[in-house]
């Protein structure tokens, strides 16, 4: 039996550096994604002072269970303890930190705010999302029957969600949560690039970087054109030969865009680096972490988290919550540990377009995220609690809006689309109409 140390402090006696691994109260009731974390800013230890009484850092004994005990406890996002007194990470090989370019530093990080609600972007965002998906879905076409890359296409259709992500950050990304299988080539993409830009927004990258990481995730994928699409398309499990075959499009991908300009590089380090991991096992190339481009770290993160969220031909798509716990749990193996903490906070645990269950039972859809509070987004209800349609209305769960009962409402969970027959895609085609 081994000995953990912590000690019990008030929240305001906290600083820089400090291990927080419990609360005087249940981590799922804080605004905190991470449950056990090291102090990093003033800003984590203000928001630490306006939830909790006191917490514990590590610092006096406590008794740890044996090791028969440990095996039912869980692990990754939603585990109540951090994992680093875990004795086999204690012994794990060290990885070093990648000697390439990082996050923007806090001098240097451009705070950006929405400028106008989503409920006046939405209909804009509706209108730049479907000819986005045009151009993405004409880009693998053409490229399969023949023709060039029409690059100033791409790029203007960059220029367009990055407009739009500027002005408000949450319409072009509840529109991620459309979810076509038989067009998922094309919206993959377009869901990548837009949730690429959005990371890089929320990182405080400037708007060149910006567009230059919105068009990589564009075009991450554009290999694949040159897959045959029995292949692409396939619902079973690929044969050794056909997961070969998969594997080569970061190269294909790279030969494709070997033509850009000096300007646009990057986009080719992305499509040929996406797949590379922190361990040294990604392909095409093992690379190590130090050599593999920060831009594809970041579309990494991105193209994992919509695969997982999205039905493709041969898995049914998981709930936003369950893609961010497989992050977590990757972090610092697959993904650089930092952009991966980054981007599950950037994400965060209601993301516009979630479909959520109420404490009362009712269901609705969130359509914007609550920086300030992550638990308390603004949503629309569209099924009462006994799962049958109602009139659309707003209600902001951090304006304490009250249901019929006079009780505050609260999220229970997320499910995934689909649940009680929501689909997405339907409130999309009929226009949303937000009350």
């Known amino acids: 039996m081994k000995e953990l140390i912590k000690t019990q402090i008030f929240s305001t006696e906290l600083q820089l550096g400090m291990h927080v691994i419990e609360l005087d109260r249940p981590w799922l009731e804080t605004d905190f994604l991470i449950q056990g974390f090291v102090i990093q800013n003033q800003e984590e230890i203000d928001a630490f002072i306006r939830q909790c009484d006191y917490v514990y850092i590590e610092g006096s004994i406590v008794q740890i269970s044996k090791p028969a005990e440990r095996r039912n406890e869980r692990k990754g996002l939603f585990a109540r303890k951090s994992n680093k007194s875990n004795p086999a990470e204690a012994n794990s090989p060290i990885v070093k930190k990648p000697k390439t370019r990082r996050p923007p530093t806090t001098n240097k990080r451009i705070n950006y705010i929405n400028k106008i609600e989503v409920e006046r972007e939405l209909p804009l965002a509706r209108s730049h999302y479907q000819s986005a998906k045009s151009v993405a879905k004409d880009i693998m076409d053409g490229i399969r029957l023949g023709r060039s890359l029409d690059l100033n296409q791409a790029r203007e259709t960059v220029d367009n969600i990055v407009d739009s992500l500027l002005?408000?950050?949450?319409?072009?990304?509840?529109?991620?949560?459309?979810?076509?299988?038989?067009?998922?080539?094309?919206?993959?993409?377009?869901?990548?690039?837009?949730?690429?830009?959005?990371?890089?927004?929320?990182?405080?990258?400037?708007?060149?970087?910006?567009?230059?990481?919105?068009?990589?995730?564009?075009?991450?994928?554009?290999?694949?054109?040159?897959?045959?699409?029995?292949?692409?398309?396939k619902t079973g499990r690929f044969t050794d030969?056909?997961?070969?075959?998969?594997?080569?499009?970061?190269?294909?991908?790279?030969?494709?865009?070997?033509?850009l300009p000096k300007s646009d590089l990057s986009a080719i380090d992305v499509a040929y680096s996406h797949h590379e991991r922190m361990d040294g096992k990604g392909y095409p190339r093992n690379l190590t972490p130090s050599q593999i481009p920060y831009f594809a770290k970041i579309v990494a993160l991105t193209d994992t988290y919509d695969a997982i969220t999205s039905n493709r031909c041969y898995d049914k798509g998981r709930a936003s919550m369950e893609a961010l716990d497989i992050i977590y749990k990757n972090r610092g193996t697959q993904f650089d540990e930092e952009l991966a903490i980054a981007f599950i906070k950037c994400i965060g645990i209601f993301p516009p377009g979630s479909i959520v269950e109420m404490t009362n039972g009712e269901v609705g859809i969130v359509i914007a995220a609550n920086n300030k509070s992550k638990l308390r987004p603004k949503l629309i209800i569209v099924k009462d609690n006994n799962k049958q349609w109602v009139h659309q209305h707003i209600v902001d769960l951090h304006l304490g809006n009250l249901d019929g009962s006079q009780e505050p409402y609260i999220i229970a969970h997320e499910v995934p689309n689909g649940t009680y027959g929501i689909d997405i895609r339907e409130f999309v085609k009929k226009g949303l109409v937000l009350k």
Request: hydrophobic fraction near 40%; charged fraction near 30%.
């Open 241 to 259: 030969h056909e997961f070969a075959l998969m594997k080569k499009h970061p190269e294909l991908g790279k030969s494709l865009l070997m033509g």
């Open 167 to 233: 002005r408000n950050n949450d319409a072009l990304v509840w529109l991620t949560k459309i979810k076509e299988k038989d067009e998922y080539t094309a919206e993959h993409s377009l869901n990548v690039c837009i949730l690429s830009i959005t990371f890089a927004r929320f990182l405080g990258h400037d708007e060149s970087d910006i567009r230059k990481i919105g068009l990589g995730g564009l075009l991450h994928d554009v290999g694949k054109s040159k897959i045959p699409l029995e292949v692409l398309n």
